[in-house]
């Protein structure tokens, strides 16, 4: 049995192997080591680009929620400054219509004064024509009772 050589193969065989098992496993262990280490990293870095993408979705939420209450902001302002210049607008249209109104209104009477005064103008001439007609035609002793008696009146009503 000593003297086999298949004997002495295997022997050689068991100790090669037993001799490499340790460098072997120690290669392996290390190998390993190095990828587990390697996941561990990668695991981490998913977790903090999940933490970091979770907090700028809270951020943009956030912006989100604050841009909306400025809208909200910016709506109601924009409606109070339209109801304030909506009621300035009314405030000078009324004023420059009552403005208008009241200057309108003077220039009828003036029209009217105007119209009047003509009016008496034209009857004063009229009348004035027709007495000088009528007087014209008529004699003399009869044109100085008529304006004696015309003047009389006058006289006394003053």
């Known amino acids: 049995m000593f003297e086999d050589p298949k004997f002495w193969l295997l022997?050689?065989?068991i100790i090669f192997v037993i001799l490499m098992i340790k460098p072997f496993k120690n290669m392996m262990i290390s190998g390993l080591d190095a990828k587990i280490e390697e996941i561990k990293n990668n695991i981490?870095?998913?977790?903090q680009s999940f933490n970091d993408a979770e907090t700028k979705l809270i951020d943009a939420q956030n912006q989100t929620a604050?841009?909306?209450?400025?809208?909200?902001?910016l709506l109601t302002s924009a409606k109070s400054q339209a109801n304030s210049v909506s009621k300035s607008i009314i405030e000078k249209t009324t004023q420059s219509i009552t403005s208008k109104?009241?200057?309108s209104l003077e220039r009828i009477k003036q029209i009217e004064l105007s119209a009047v005064q003509s009016i008496?103008?034209?009857?004063s001439t009229e009348l004035n024509n027709l007495i000088t007609g009528y007087?014209?035609?008529l004699p003399d002793d009869e044109k100085n009772k008529i304006l004696s008696k015309n003047i009389s009146e006058f006289k006394s009503i003053n």
């Not at 604050?66 to 902001?73: G, K, V």
């Not at 008496?120 to 009857?123: I, R």
């Open 120 to 123: 008496k103008n034209q009857a």
């Open 101 to 103: 109104e009241k200057n």
């Open 135 to 137: 007087l014209a035609n």
């Open 66 to 73: 604050d841009l909306e209450i400025e809208i909200e902001e």
């Open 44 to 47: 981490n870095k998913s977790l």
């Open 11 to 13: 022997i050689s065989f």
